[in-house]
């Protein structure tokens, strides 16, 4: 399998502070996306990291890959309750027919 | 620009009972997916099309499950007879093709089956 695994499963932090998420994979990759998914906005694509990119910003999210450790970290920095979700990591792999291959997730709870 | 639309939202049946979901698309998207997305998991891919062609369903139960996308546009996905396990939210998906590429999602069908 190909799927991304996230860690931590869970994570509990304050306003303000900023989370880190990180996501392993097992194979070669042509691009990971982020996506988050709460309750009222379904699931929805943060960001899409390219094989050959280290480092993508989005707003408040910056995302790393690692092709040589198979890894990638989501960090969104000054946290707000509104980024209560769960987030999910996909590796992308072309020959699959861009079938992207979603882990279990990480379910960040944010304090205000 | 509307999303991705899916219906009905909720629905309840009874054990060996079928059940249809409608999707329709982002006008212009050519890659059309669902996924089933059991509680306290992530999304589990069983069919993808392009255009009106199926490129995956290596994870479609095909004794139970059907799906069709007429005209490349609108697509149906069927359950025939359902079981327990089938309990879950059924997500449609589509992006402008496969590949590199986001994928927009629907609200979802939360399916309970009893």
């Known amino acids: 399998s190909q799927q991304g695994e996230e860690d931590p499963q869970a994570l509990s932090i304050q306003e303000g502070e900023n989370a880190t998420m990180n996501c392993s994979y097992k194979?070669?990759?042509?691009?990971l996306q982020w996506y988050r998914q709460n309750s009222g906005r379904g699931l929805v694509h943060l960001i899409l990291?390219?094989?050959?990119?280290r480092e993508k910003h989005s707003g408040r999210l910056r995302v790393t890959l690692d092709t040589s450790k198979k890894s990638s970290s989501l960090l969104i920095t000054a946290s707000r309750a509104a980024d209560t979700a769960s987030y999910f990591c996909?590796?992308?792999?072309?020959?699959?027919?861009?079938?992207?291959?979603f882990g279990q997730g990480t379910e960040l709870s944010v304090k205000p | 620009e509307a999303g991705v639309a899916q219906s009905p939202r909720y629905k309840i049946i009874e054990k060996r009972q079928s059940v249809a979901f409608w999707c329709n698309p982002i006008?212009?998207?050519?890659?059309l997916y669902w996924y089933q997305q059991i509680l306290g998991q992530g999304p589990k891919l069983l069919i993808q099309?392009?255009?009106?062609?199926?490129?995956?369903d290596s994870q479609l139960p095909k004794d139970r499950f059907s799906a069709e996308r007429l005209k490349g546009v609108d697509s149906t996905l069927k359950i025939q007879p359902a079981k327990l396990e089938d309990s879950a939210v059924y997500l449609c998906a589509s992006s402008l093709t496969s590949g590199n590429f986001e994928q927009f999602f629907g609200p979802g069908t939360r399916l309970t089956v009893l």
């Open positions: 099309f392009q255009n009106n062609g199926v490129v995956d």
């Open positions: 990291i390219r094989s050959n990119e």
């Open positions: 194979t070669s990759i042509n691009n």
């Open positions: 996909a590796p992308l792999i072309y020959n699959q027919g861009g079938k992207l291959i």
């Open positions: 006008s212009g998207h050519a890659t």
